[in-house]
C-alpha cells in the first residue's frame, strides 16, 4: 500500500490548544516536498508556516481556512501519487475515529499553564514544563517581551530539560512595581526566582534586554550559570534601535503597535493582528508604562545602550554562545563581533530580532548542544 | 488572570476605580439597596446584583440610594461631574431615559460645548439594554442609536467581561459624559480576566476573528451571536471577520473601511430597531466611502420594526440568531459578484 502521511494541527507552544488554516500554500495534486512550507498556521498569538513533514502529493485539505481545531486534528493528507481515493477516503476515517477517541481520554490531561510564585524580590510568573530533575534552562525575555516569547522553543527544550520561563518585573503576570530596573537587579530578580524554585544553577538563555540580564547573573554569581545562550542580546554594543523602543511604549493602538512589531520580523507577515491584541493586552494594564519607561530610561537612555557588559562576558568561565539574526532591525549584528574566541556565533539569515520565534527548532537545538544534550 | 462573569468585571472595575480615585461615586436605584429599610444593608447591589457589596466597601456616602427618579439623580450626577466628582450613574433599564432625558442631552452632552471649552463631565451614565430577558416590551430595548445621535456624549457597548472591565475604567475615568450599557442576558458570561486594572481605549475596534470572504460587524450582544455564525460558516468554507466597534461614538469607522476593502462584503448585525440603527449608520457611511470595493449589496441583520414581544416564543424569534446572521452571510456570498472597480 502507498505510503499515506496526516498533516494535522501542530503545537506551537505548550499553551496552545488550538489553531486554524490561515491559507493553504499547496492545492491538492499538487507536488510537496519534505519541509516546505503548505500552509499558514494562525493561533491566538501568532501566524506560522507549517512545513510538510513528508514529501508526496497534497491530496485533501480537509480543514477550510477559518475554522478552528484542536491541536492534533487533521488538516490535510499527503500521500504517495499510487494511492488511491478509496484508500485517503479510509487513512481519513481511521484517523477520525482514533483521534476522538483518544481526545476524549486526553481532555482529563491538564494543560501547561503558567504560575506565580511570591519571592523576596517580588511576584513572579513562570511558566515550567520538563523533568523535575533534569538540567534546568531559565529563559529570560525582552524588552517588552513575556515568558509567551518562548511558546515556539521551549516545548522542544521541555523534552529533556527542566525549563523556566519567566515574567521580568513590569512584564506579563509578574509584579509591575520596579524599584531598580540595571541588570544587576534584574539578575537579582531572576535568581529569587531560581531560589523559590530550587534551582540552583541553570543554563541561561536571554533575549535581546533579557540578554544583558543573563550576563549579569554570570557576574553576580557565575556558579548559577551554567552555560549562557544570548539571543541578539543587548550589552555589547551602544547602538539600539531608539524609534522601536520609544513607539513600543507609546503605541496604544494596535495600528501603531502593530507597525512597530513589525521591525522585530525579518518577514512583517508573522505579525497578526491577534498577536499585536495579545501585546496591547498587556500594555493596557495599569503600571505598565511607567515600568517601560523605567526600563528604557535605565538601559537605553538618550537612543543608546548605557550598559557595557563584554567584560563581564570575557570574565563567565562557562560557555557561551551568541545567536543573531542578520536582518536584526533593533541591535545590530555587528555587536556580535569581536568576542572572545570561546564564544561560539551563529548567525542566521532571513531571521529579524527575535531568532527563537523565527528559527524555533535551529535555536533549540543550539541551546542543547551547548548545554550538553545531544 | 482568572475566570470572571460580566457582573464580576463591571464590579472590579467599580471596585478598583473607586479604591484608586476619591471622588468616584455611585448613585442610582437599589445600587446599595435597602436604604431605610429595616433589615439585611446591601442586600441589593442592584436589580441584578452588578454593584452589590460596593456599599459595605464605601459606605453610603459614596455608594447612593436614589429615589426612584431619573429625572432628579441623573440631573445631580451631571451637575456633581461639573464640580469635579466623578459619578458613575445607574440608569437600570436603558428604556427609562425618556424621563431624565434633557438631563442627558441638553445638559451633560452640552457642557463641554456651552461653557466654551472650560468645563468637564466626567459622567458615566451605566444603563441595562437588550431583549431576550423576558421583561417585555418597556424594559428589553436597544436605544444606543438615540445617544450615538447626541454629540458630546460617547456610548460604549461592550461585547464581553473582559471588554467590559477595560472600557468601563477607561469610561470612569474619561472626562467627558459616556453611556455605558451591559446587556442583561450577559451577566453570567464568563471569560479570562486580569485581575489588575486595565483600560481599553475608545474609538478602536476589535478585530474578533479575521477572515477573506466577508466582514461581519455586529454591536454588543450580536458579537457573540456572529462569531457563532462565523464558526458555522467556517465549515462550509465562507471565512468571515467579525468586527466589534467597541463604542459607537466616537467609531472606528476606519478599521470597517480596510475590512471592507479586504473582502468586499459587509454584513452589519444589531439588535437595535431597524430604523436609524447603527447598522444603518455603518451602511450609509461605508457607502458613501467605500462603495468602489464593494462586490455585493450591504445586508443588516436586525430586529423588526416592534416592540420587543412579551411572548417567549415570539421573543427569541425578535433577536438576531447565528442562524439568521449565517442565512444572510451565504446569501451575500451568492448574490452575483458586482465587478469591483480596480
Not at chain 1, 485533501?60 to 481545531?69: H, T, W
Not at chain 1, 477516503?89 to 503558567?114: H, Q, S, V, Y
Not at chain 1, 505598565?288 to 563567565?316: K, M, N, S, W, Y
Not at chain 2, 468616584?24 to 436605584?29: A, H, I, W
Request: overall charge negative.
Amino acid at each position: 500500500m502507498a505510503k499515506i502521511t496526516a498533516l494535522t494541527m501542530p503545537k506551537f507552544g505548550l499553551a496552545m490548544t488550538e489553531g486554524m488554516v490561515a491559507a493553504w500554500h499547496k492545492q491538492p495534486g499538487e507536488t510537496v516536498r519534505q519541509g516546505e512550507e503548505i500552509a499558514d498556521i494562525e493561533t491566538s498569538k501568532i501566524t506560522s508556516a507549517y512545513e510538510s513533514p513528508a514529501a508526496g502529493v497534497l491530496r485533501r485539505q480537509v480543514l477550510a481556512p477559518g475554522e478552528m481545531v484542536p491541536v492534533g486534528a487533521l488538516i490535510g493528507v499527503i500521500a504517495e501519487p499510487e494511492a488511491t481515493e478509496a484508500e485517503i477516503d479510509a487513512f481519513i476515517a481511521e484517523f477520525l475515529a482514533k483521534f476522538e477517541a483518544e481526545r476524549t481520554e486526553a481532555e482529563t490531561e491538564a494543560t501547561a499553564n503558567p504560575e506565580r510564585v511570591e519571592t523576596p524580590a517580588g511576584l513572579v510568573q513562570y511558566l515550567a514544563a520538563g523533568p523535575a530533575d533534569a538540567p534546568a534552562i531559565v529563559f529570560i525575555h525582552g524588552f517588552g517581551g513575556d515568558l509567551n516569547n518562548w511558546m515556539f522553543l521551549q516545548p522542544l527544550l521541555a523534552e529533556r530539560f527542566r525549563t523556566v520561563a519567566l515574567d521580568l518585573p513590569g512584564h506579563g503576570g509578574s509584579t509591575k512595581a520596579l524599584k531598580q530596573a540595571d541588570p544587576a537587579a534584574l539578575a537579582r530578580f531572576v535568581l529569587a526566582t531560581m531560589d523559590a524554585l530550587g534551582i540552583g544553577a541553570a543554563h541561561v538563555v536571554g533575549h535581546s534586554m533579557g540578554g544583558a540580564v543573563a550576563i549579569a547573573i554570570a557576574q553576580e554569581a557565575s556558579d548559577r550559570a551554567l552555560s549562557l545562550s544570548l539571543i541578539s542580546p543587548a550589552g555589547l554594543g551602544s547602538d539600539i534601535n531608539a524609534d522601536f523602543i520609544r513607539g513600543f511604549i507609546e503605541a496604544k493602538r494596535a495600528r501603531q503597535l502593530a507597525a512597530v512589531l513589525q521591525s522585530l520580523f525579518a518577514d512583517p507577515a508573522l505579525v497578526g493582528r491577534e498577536m499585536v491584541e495579545n501585546v496591547l493586552r498587556f500594555k493596557r494594564l495599569d503600571g505598565v508604562e511607567a515600568a517601560l519607561r523605567t526600563l528604557a530610561d535605565a538601559h537605553f537612555p538618550d537612543g543608546r545602550q548605557a550598559f557595557a557588559l563584554r567584560e563581564a562576558l570575557a570574565r563567565f568561565p562557562g560557555p557561551v554562545q551568541v545567536i543573531w539574526g542578520v536582518q536584526d532591525q533593533i541591535i545590530p549584528p555587528a555587536h556580535a563581533e569581536g568576542l572572545a574566541e570561546a564564544v561560539r556565533v551563529h548567525r542566521f539569515e532571513n531571521v529579524g530580532h527575535m531568532a527563537h520565534m523565527e528559527r524555533a527548532t535551529e535555536v533549540a537545538r543550539l541551546i542543547a548542544e551547548l548545554a550538553g544534550g545531544r | 488572570m482568572s475566570k470572571k462573569s460580566f457582573r464580576q468585571a463591571v464590579n472590579e472595575a467599580l471596585r478598583q476605580e473607586m479604591e484608586r480615585d476619591p471622588t468616584v461615586v455611585l448613585m442610582g436605584e437599589d445600587v446599595g439597596g435597602g436604604m431605610g429599610a429595616p433589615g439585611e444593608d446591601d442586600a441589593w447591589g442592584g436589580p441584578l446584583g452588578v454593584t452589590k457589596g460596593l456599599m459595605s466597601q464605601f459606605g453610603r456616602e459614596r455608594v447612593l440610594d436614589t429615589p426612584i427618579t431619573e429625572s432628579a439623580f441623573i440631573g445631580a450626577a451631571a451637575g456633581a461631574a461639573l464640580r469635579g466628582l466623578r459619578p458613575v450613574a445607574e440608569l437600570m433599564f436603558v428604556d427609562f431615559m425618556g424621563v431624565c432625558f434633557d438631563q442627558i442631552f441638553n445638559q451633560a452632552a452640552k457642557f463641554r460645548y456651552m461653557f466654551g471649552g472650560t468645563a468637564k463631565t466626567p459622567l458615566v451614565i451605566r444603563t441595562m439594554y437588550g431583549a431576550g430577558f423576558r421583561a417585555a416590551s418597556q424594559h428589553s430595548q436597544c436605544l444606543y442609536p438615540i445617544f450615538t445621535h447626541v454629540p458630546g456624549l460617547k456610548v460604549v457597548i461592550p461585547s464581553s467581561p473582559y471588554e467590559a472591565k477595560g472600557l468601563l475604567i477607561q469610561a470612569i475615568r474619561d472626562d467627558d459624559p459616556v453611556i455605558f450599557f451591559e446587556h442583561k442576558v450577559m451577566y453570567d458570561d464568563e471569560e479570562d480576566v486580569p485581575d489588575d486594572p486595565y483600560t481599553i481605549p475608545f474609538g478602536e475596534a476589535r478585530f474578533v476573528r479575521e477572515g477573506e470572504d466577508v466582514t461581519i460587524v455586529a454591536i454588543g450582544r450580536m458579537v457573540q451571536m456572529a462569531s457563532k455564525a462565523a464558526d458555522a460558516l467556517a465549515k462550509e468554507g465562507i471565512s468571515c471577520t467579525v468586527l466589534d466597534p467597541r463604542t459607537t461614538s466616537p467609531l472606528d469607522l476606519q478599521s470597517i473601511l480596510e475590512s471592507v476593502q479586504e473582502t468586499g462584503r459587509l454584513v452589519i448585525v444589531d439588535e437595535a430597531n431597524p430604523r436609524c440603527n447603527i447598522a444603518t449608520d455603518i451602511s450609509a457611511q461605508v457607502v458613501e466611502q467605500a462603495f468602489e470595493s464593494l462586490k455585493a449589496p450591504i445586508r443588516m441583520v436586525c430586529p423588526p420594526h416592534t416592540p420587543v414581544p412579551f411572548s417567549p416564543a415570539l421573543e427569541d424569534a425578535f433577536i438576531p440568531s447565528p442562524e439568521k446572521i449565517a442565512a444572510v452571510v451565504r446569501s451575500v456570498m451568492a448574490s452575483p459578484t458586482r465587478q469591483a472597480a480596480a
